[in-house]
């Protein structure tokens, strides 16, 4: 399976933290893709990095990717109460997206 | 430019009724998906289709059709609606393959 595993579960930190979450997986891909969802919302793309990239940066986010260890990880610097949401990674290859089940941030005002 | 519409927004069925959920998307992706989310489950894929007129399995296809008639609209259906099918759906579409997937705000479904 290309699914993508998050870690932690569940994270809570103070306002101003930064907080980090990781990926897993298991194959080869294109890229990999990290997606935010608040609360009784669709998913939104946030950043993709591909397979060729190392690190990516866009505002407050910085992602990084180990293809040899197939691992990712999802950086977001001086966290505010509004990224209070659950994010998750997703593989691409050549067949659809497969999510995992995705970190539960809490960003404590 | 509205992405994504789900509809309904809501819906409550009792045990083996049919009803069918649209989405409909205005990009001109050929790319589109049903998924199912569940507590503790993350997002499942139900079907998909690479183009008009395709459609194919994903990861928990029993109990659910699809049909792709038109480019922009993606219609999941419940034949005898079950109370395991109590979830929330999302659709998603994407121009190609390995490109980012824009979602909708879902369907959320009650099976009585």
């Known amino acids: 399976s290309q699914q993508g595993e998050e870690d932690p579960q569940a994270l809570s930190i103070q306002e101003g933290e930064n907080a980090t979450m990781n990926c897993s997986y298991k194959?080869?891909?294109?890229?990999l893709q990290w997606y935010r969802q608040n609360s009784g919302r669709g998913l939104v793309h946030l950043i993709l990095i591909r397979s060729n990239e190392r690190e990516k940066h866009s505002g407050r986010l910085r992602v990084t990717l180990d293809t040899s260890k197939k691992s990712s990880s999802l950086l977001i610097t001086a966290s505010r109460a509004a990224d209070t949401a659950s994010y998750f990674c997703a593989v691409s290859g050549n067949t659809p997206l497969v999510f995992g089940k995705g970190t539960r941030l809490s960003v404590i005002a | 430019n509205a992405g994504v519409t789900q509809t309904p927004k809501f819906r409550v069925l009792k045990t083996g009724q049919s009803m069918t959920l649209l989405c409909a998307q205005d990009m001109n992706h050929e790319y589109m998906y049903w998924y199912r989310q569940d507590p503790g489950m993350g997002l499942r894929l139900i079907h998909y289709s690479v183009g008009e007129g395709t459609t194919a399995k994903g990861e928990v296809p029993d109990g659910y059709n699809v049909s792709r008639l038109k480019k922009q609209n993606f219609l999941l259906g419940l034949e005898s609606a079950a109370p395991s099918q109590t979830s929330v759906y999302f659709c998603?579409?994407?121009?190609?393959?390995?490109?980012?997937?824009?979602f909708g705000d879902g369907t959320r479904l009650s099976i009585l």
């Open positions: 194959t080869s891909i294109n890229n």
């Open positions: 998603a579409s994407r121009p190609t393959v390995n490109q980012p997937q824009h």
